[in-house]
């Protein structure tokens, strides 16, 4: 049976000290290296980095670091702490690659960390904003449903506030939502996110999570609840002061009805 040509690749070598990495190109903001830097420590970096090798002002050889750089920052780390890492695998990326190409590289070789929605989100900003795609193309060029794209860059129109604490790990992307759905205005929603991010911190935990949120929010639509009730009980009773509270509440425990509990109420009492 005839076999395929054995093919080249541009897998090469390179010193980790040698890699620049573009400033803001990448939209990863989460990096959790800890792990990642003892696996390196013990048995190196696995999958190549991807790269563009340019010459320095000074004529030497750098490389521009397209794709992987949680295994570099990693890397970088474990050789702070003694580990002894001479060189990494690397990917060439062609010299001419377009801002697209690049993008794409970044967000379809990622075999790590997999991207949170936010980061998605600055990605598909990207492309919606820098090259003009729509929504259902950038779906298409990402593989993904254009509902995700969607709900992806919903995030990028919540107040500044929360996408902030979204950054900084302090308020999770559900709770966020969960804030946006129930609070129509910015300045609602910032006052819901800081009373989610206090409770949290009040109960010694780093993120507030739907937990929190679902909690306060509960908390208010029963006040709210029981607002409602006072203002018809005050209404049933014509402006009376005095009102025994004790007995309205056997007595809507009785009737299950706030109408016929107050028309018991006015009739003397419960039986």
């Known amino acids: 049976m005839e076999t395929n040509t054995t093919k080249r690749t541009d897998l090469f070598k390179v010193d980790p000290r040698n890699i620049v990495v573009m400033e803001g190109f990448n939209v990863r903001i989460d990096f959790d290296l800890d792990e990642l830097k003892e696996q390196i420590k013990a048995a190196g970096v696995l999958n ?36 002894d890492i001479p060189y ?54 990402f593989k993904k449903s254009p509902a995700f794209i969607s709900k992806c860059l919903s995030l990028l129109n919540l107040p500044q506030y929360l996408q902030d604490q979204i950054v900084a790990g302090t308020l999770t992307v559900k709770a966020a939502r969960e804030i946006a759905n129930n609070y129509r205005s910015p300045q609602s929603q910032v006052k819901a996110a800081k009373k989610a991010v206090a409770e949290a911190q009040e109960q010694g935990k780093a993120t ?41 509440a056997r007595l809507l425990d009785q009737k ?12 003397g009492g419960a039986k």
């Open 208 to 248: 507030a999570s739907n937990k929190e949120v679902g909690g306060f929010l509960k908390e208010e639509r029963e006040a709210k609840a029981i607002s409602e009730a006072l203002k018809k009980v005050w209404a049933y009773m014509d402006g009376e002061r005095m009102v025994d509270i004790d007995l309205v």
């Open 48 to 83: 190549p980095i991807t790269v563009i090798p340019f010459k320095d002002e000074d004529g030497n050889e750098k490389y521009q670091l397209v794709d992987g750089e949680r295994r570099y920052r990693a890397t970088m780390l474990a050789i702070e702490e003694g580990a």
């Open 256 to 267: 299950g009805s706030l109408r016929k509990a107050m028309r018991e109420y006015k009739k």
């Open 88 to 141: 990494i695998r690397a990917l060439k990326a062609p010299k001419d690659s377009t801002p697209e190409q690049l993008y794409i590289e970044q967000m379809m070789r990622n075999e790590g960390k997999p991207f949170s929605e936010y980061e998605c989100a600055i990605m598909f900003r990207r492309f919606k904003e820098e090259l003009g795609y729509s929504q259902v193309q950038i779906a298409d060029k």
